[in-house]
């Protein structure tokens, strides 16, 4: 249910970002970059918590 919201919030973002043209693209761009960035260190951080876990 929670995955269902998120996909409703984003699209709201993006019907709102969507008149400002080069502007929205750039707001846009900057939080799809941001999340994966996000993703990517929470990976790495529970990668090295698993890693000392086995030791």
């Given amino acids: 249910m929670f995955l269902f919201f998120l996909i409703v919030a984003s699209s709201v973002v993006g019907l709102i970002?969507?008149?400002?043209?080069?502007?929205?693209?750039?707001?846009?761009?900057?939080?799809?970059?941001?999340?994966?960035?996000?993703?990517?260190y929470l990976l790495h951080e529970i990668n090295r918590k698993l890693d000392r876990e086995k030791m």
């Fill in 17 to 40: 970002l969507l008149p400002l043209n080069e502007i929205g693209l750039i707001i846009g761009f900057g939080i799809i970059v941001g999340c994966l960035l996000r993703g990517l």
